[in-house]
């Protein structure tokens, strides 16, 4: 079951938090869990046994050791010009490095790879050039698969960068939910830090940090009476937005790891899906060109392993 990280053991190593969580749990137990890819905090797959824990943050430990972490090869180019890249990201990659990774050694770095990093080689190779580079514009979760946007240049940048924060670029994701969503709806609140549980959640007014978030859903397929297949349309870009309402309103992604409860008092809900990752998949991309004013419009295919576990649902 996972386990939410107390304010007593903020700043500990997570082999330290591990026992602490696990009573009876010895030093070398917990490093093994780690080392063999069956610890994950938020989600993503944590190798690091010395990385310092936050208050809130959710671990993990899963029963079967998680995959290893995709490689530049996984890396799909879909567009690029001089100013801007759209890439095809798979599932189980963070896209950036966290700051206190920053300085960690190169060895240490290829063990876990971000696709920030990666992104230089991915696009040498795409391209045939040598020391490419890009600036990051918006972000996906480790496992949410899908279309992601990157500029080439500071400018290009700055300008996605606005059209972000004016709504002017089309995202659509495909999900798969539990329960039955029977008609359209739009979900319109705000989503602060901390809902009163220690994660992210909505309000109904706007406090504190509270950012406006905006989700538009749509059924696509219900399936077996049990779930269903959406669209949802981004009109706001928040950290985790789907995710979150999505489960507050009832209707929790399969897969899900972190947003397991409708409301912070509500129990943890069961996901009897046994889908290999969070059902979520960035299906579509469009926006104005910054610099040249052309419309651009990109699609990607639910990607095999979230296929494949779907078609074991419907049969």
Same mark, same amino acid.
């Given at each position: ?162 059209? !972000? ?132 419009? !990109? ?17």
């Amino acid at each position: 079951m996972p386990f939410i990280v107390p304010s007593s053991l903020a700043d500990k190593p997570l082999a330290g938090a591990l026992r602490q969580l696990k009573p009876g749990l010895s030093w070398s137990e917990a490093k093994r869990l780690i080392h063999t890819r069956k610890v994950t905090v938020d989600g993503t797959l944590c190798l690091d046994e010395a990385r310092r824990m936050r208050a809130g943050e959710v671990i993990e430990v899963l029963e079967q050791s998680k995959p290893p972490v995709p490689r530049e090869a996984s890396v799909r180019i879909v567009y690029a010009d001089m100013h801007l890249v759209i890439v095809d990201k798979p599932a189980g990659l963070i896209v950036e490095r966290r700051r206190e990774e920053q300085n960690w050694s190169e060895d240490r770095k290829a063990r876990q790879p971000v696709l920030d990093e990666l992104m230089t080689s991915v696009l040498d190779r795409h391209l045939g050039t040598t020391g490419s580079r890009v600036y990051s514009v918006h972000r996906l979760d480790r496992d949410t698969s899908g279309l992601m946007l990157y500029a080439r240049t500071i400018p290009a940048q700055e300008r996605l960068i606005a059209l !972000f924060s004016g709504h002017d670029i089309t995202r659509v994701y495909q999900a798969v939910v539990l329960g039955v969503i029977s008609s359209p709806q739009t979900i319109d609140n705000w989503i602060v830090r901390d809902r009163g549980d220690g994660i992210r959640g909505c309000v109904d007014e706007e406090t504190g940090d509270a950012q406006t978030a905006i989700t538009h859903i749509k059924p696509i397929e219900a399936i077996k009476g049990a779930y269903t297949l959406v669209e949802c349309r981004l009109e706001t870009g928040r950290t985790h937005q789907i995710r979150i309402h999505l489960s507050e309103a009832g209707h929790m992604l399969c897969g899900e790891k972190v947003y397991l409860r409708q409301t912070p008092t509500s129990p943890p809900r069961t996901d009897p899906s046994h889908a290999p990752r969070h059902a979520l998949h960035c299906c579509d991309i469009g926006l104005t060109h910054p610099i040249t004013g052309q419309r651009l419009h !990109f699609t990607s295919p639910m990607p095999k392993d979230l296929e494949r576990w779907l078609n074991r649902l419907r049969a």
